[in-house]
């Protein structure tokens, strides 16, 4: 699978004459925040027209995503990272992952100059899967009537996505988004199709944990993230090994208060993780994040957290019995 960033990068490969597009491509364009069972229903609509007509299937996506760039600290969480979600996209069998910079120029493109620039030049689409509800250009000026409209000028077709529904209601961003926020790890498991993850980078911290006894693998969130509080987790290493803990998600009100963050205490793992890629997948909440009157009374409560995730796994399995 390949990763094209930019829209400069994709006209300079585009004119390569073994560019994995020479022939076109399937492609469909979205956010896919957390790659849920409707996202997974339109990548299998795309991967099927792409293996019928012989090409590439394709995933735009945007980095930031639009409603950040308009909305700024009020956007709502997202559900991923970008690497996370190119990983995830990989293992959906997407083909090209193309991520375009969302900034005040993409925004002043027009409907027309998009599809003549994007669509036809850079990516010579065959066959595009998009909602009939989506819109695009500067002013949201185009589309799915235009899109089909100069698709029959031009030579490429355009076809609706299907939509996934759970007890009534569409499955989405938002309603995954709004299960986390009030601590619905199970709903959000139904509606995601596997429990809901994230995965990062460790990165070295304020030392913090391990000078009260419970040292904590770091992971930077570049944004809010949807869950916020304490909970019961596994985490899984670069090299496969799996292990239970407990993690605190959110902005660490006794010490910082201001960036979000994810911190993992891996329960009987001794060593480094500094560099890697951790995948934590979230089991069970706990208590909900605050503040305490000291790091002394933090240090007690981190060891009530750590019976208590313990006492949980004892009850429920751990995670390393399954791996």
């Not at 208060?257 to 069970?284: I, M, N």
Request: with cysteine; aromatic share 8%; net charge positive.
């Amino acid at each position: 699978m390949r990763l094209i960033r930019g829209l400069t990068n994709l006209k300079l490969l585009s004119r390569r004459a073994d560019s994995p597009l020479a022939q076109g491509c399937v492609a469909t364009i979205g956010n896919f925040d957390g790659v849920h069972l409707g996202h997974k229903t339109i990548i299998d609509q795309v991967r099927s027209k792409a293996r019928e007509l012989g090409v590439p299937s394709l995933v735009m996506v945007f980095e930031p995503q639009p409603r950040e760039f308009f909305q700024g600290d009020e956007a709502p969480p997202r559900l991923m990272g970008f690497r996370q979600k190119f990983e995830a996209l990989l293992a959906e069998g997407i083909d090209i992952v193309l991520c375009l910079r969302f900034n005040q120029t993409f925004r002043s493109y027009s409907a027309m100059g998009f599809i003549e620039d994007v669509l036809i030049e850079g990516l010579g689409v065959r066959h595009l899967v998009v909602g009939d509800d989506f819109r695009f250009g500067c002013d949201r000026a185009g589309d799915f009537e235009l899109l089909q409209k100069v698709g029959q000028e031009v030579g490429f077709t355009v076809e609706n996505t299907r939509t996934v529904t759970l007890d009534g209601k569409r499955v989405s961003s938002t309603r995954v988004r709004d299960q986390l926020t009030v601590n619905g790890l199970e709903k959000a498991e139904v509606l995601l199709g596997h429990p809901y993850r994230i995965r990062g980078r460790v990165v070295y911290g304020r030392q913090l944990g391990r000078q009260i006894g419970a040292p904590t693998a770091n992971i930077l969130l570049h944004r809010m993230p949807a869950l916020r509080g304490v909970y019961v987790v596994s985490g899984r290493l670069d090299d496969g090994r799996v292990y239970d803990g407990v993690a605190n998600i959110g902005v660490r009100p006794t010490v910082d208060g201001k960036r979000p963050s994810l911190e993992v205490h891996l329960f009987d793992f001794a060593g480094t993780l500094y560099g890697q890629h951790l995948e934590v997948v979230f089991r069970h909440g706990l208590r909900d994040e605050e503040k305490f009157d000291s790091v002394e009374a933090l240090k007690d409560q981190i060891a009530r957290d750590m019976d208590n995730a313990r006492a949980w796994i004892r009850a429920h399995g751990s995670a390393r019995s399954t791996h």
